[in-house]
């Protein structure tokens, strides 16, 4: 099931029925981690009981690794190692392997379609259960995690399931100990709760969804498209792969709130960024956080000698990052992208201690992050090269032509009508001046009004659901 899905309202409501019982009468955290652990497991073998299989490896895993490194001994570095390893294994397997193979023949020049790949069904969120795991048994090796925790609360920790399709992906260090404590479930937490899941709602099917439809009559046949069709294209993808990653993003915060659980906050309008720096400081913060932990400075940061090592180290998060989301070389190109523009900032001094963008000079500066990270994100959703490059150089030499309106005119201008309407929306909340993030309680008929515009506008403008993009990675 996913969150936009009657089905897991049902799913929610029983829960959290469940848990309110169980507040009133037994009051221990071990029956309500246990309710929580059968929960999550039923939620994950929803979609196919035999990836379960594959989340209870990952986590036996680094649960005894991260109990022998507890223990100490001479082979800690080894352990650790051997448990990376394991840990990784599954993730490489269904994630990499075709791809491994088909690169390797098209080297050597060898025509095969690898059939016997195509019957392989990668695990959903393998890539981010199995960070969330690591985190563990890396933290316990550095020394950052002390204590012993007992296999269900890790189990929970690992499939958690508001986090455990498609983050944020939460270091141990902070879910574990929440899990220890006994968190109250207050009505104003389910309030906070619930309105943001309504907003990540929103923004999935009333925007995401409506947008993912132009994107892909665009994208299919570029060249029978005009410049000015592409260019609105990659505009409008820019703002739906937004809004459905953080509308999902939204949804799992909403959900562990309203269960008495803080998650990481995964995206702080990171479209409002001056700088590519500061946009990946907003954009998959729990990534871009596990990645800066877990290998830049694994790889020994900004505290080398050698400028030539930082320059590897800060390219390798950035390719890293890119395979991470899918075993192809568009979205290694992407990452590389990314690395360029980051780097020809740090080489305009841009992020030099101190430096904060001119004030007159931010919103071009913001349009400039904006178009960047739009074009990027071409070579992110096309994943022939050719055809990427084409749609490019078609954008800078075909902007006169008409836009397509992919349908009716009517359907064209309410979609550009319902992207100003969420711009406006997002714009407003990021200068805190509807619901602020810090004071949520601060007005509880602001809190029913956005409650009572986003449910009309959910009815009324509401499509049939696509699965979350991020599911595929």
């Known amino acids: ?13 029983v829960v959290y029925l ?47 690794t991260g109990e022998l490194l507890l223990k100490g001994g001479t082979h800690c570095k080894r352990t650790m ?30 025509i095969s379609d690898a059939e016997w790949l195509s019957g392989w069904v990668m695990p959903i969120g393998i890539s981010f259960f199995t960070f969330q795991a690591l985190s563990y048994s890396i933290d316990v090796y550095r020394g950052k995690i002390t ?23 939460e270091k141990a260090r902070n879910l574990l100990p929440q899990l220890r404590a006994y968190r109250a479930m207050t009505a104003n937490a389910f309030m906070e709760g619930a309105v943001t899941f309504i907003w990540g709602l929103f923004k999935k099917i009333v925007i995401a969804d409506r947008l993912c439809a132009y994107v892909n009559m665009a994208y299919t046949g570029v060249e029978y498209q005009s410049g000015a069709t592409l ?48 946009f990946w400081r907003r954009w998959h913060i729990s990534l871009t956080s596990w990645f800066t932990e877990y290998v830049y400075f694994s790889l020994g940061g900004n505290r080398v000698r050698l400028k030539a090592r930082w320059v590897f180290n800060i390219s390798m998060v950035f390719v890293l990052s890119g395979i991470w989301h899918g075993a192809s070389w568009n979205f290694l190109l992407w990452g590389a992208l990314h690395a360029v523009y980051y780097l020809i900032e740090y080489a305009c001094g841009i992020h030099r201690k101190g430096y904060e963008t001119p004030r007159l000079l931010k919103l071009p500066a913001t349009l400039l992050v904006f178009v960047l990270v739009t074009i990027a994100w071409i070579f992110f959703r096309i994943e022939d090269f050719s055809t990427a490059t084409y749609v490019v150089g078609k954008i800078f030499t075909d902007m006169a032509s008409p836009i397509a309106t992919g ?18 929306f997002d714009w407003l909340l990021y200068r805190k001046w509807l619901i602020s993030e810090d004071n949520f309680a601060k007005s509880s008929v602001m809190n029913v009004l956005w409650v009572v515009v986003l449910l009309i506008l959910l009815g009324l403008f509401s499509v049939s659901a696509d699965n979350f993009v991020y599911f595929q990675f």
Not at 84 to 97: E, N, R
Not at 148 to 169: E, K, N, Q, W
Not at 407 to 424: D, E, K, M, Q, Y
Request: positive net charge.
């Open 81 to 110: 190692g051997i448990g990376v390893v394991l840990s990784l294994l599954p993730l490489l397997c269904y994630k990499y392997t075709a791809f491994i193979v088909t690169s390797i023949q098209q080297l050597c020049g060898i």
């Open 407 to 424: 349908g009716s005119a009517f359907t064209f201008v309410c979609n550009l009508f319902l992207v100003v309407l969420f711009i406006a």
């Open 18 to 64: 469940l848990l309110c019982i169980e507040r009133f009468t037994t009051k221990r955290i071990a029956v309500r981690n246990a309710l929580l652990l059968v929960a999550s497991y039923v939620f994950y073998g929803w979609f196919n009981v035999g990836f379960l299989l594959v989340l209870l490896y990952v986590t036996l895993v680094n649960y005894i």
């Open 147 to 169: 204590e012993h925790y007992s296999l269900p609360d890790f189990m929970l920790f690992v499939a958690f399931f508001p986090t455990v399709l498609s983050g944020p992906i």
């Open 231 to 278: 260019a609105l294209a990659a505009i409008l993808y820019s703002i739906q792969i937004y809004c459905d990653f953080s509308g999902y993003s939204d949804m799992a915060w909403g959900v562990a709130k309203a269960l008495g659980f803080d998650v990481t906050r995964n995206f702080r309008f990171p479209y409002f960024a001056t700088t590519i720096k500061e």
């Open 1 to 13: 099931m996913v969150f936009n899905s009657f089905a897991f309202i049902i799913f929610f409501a």
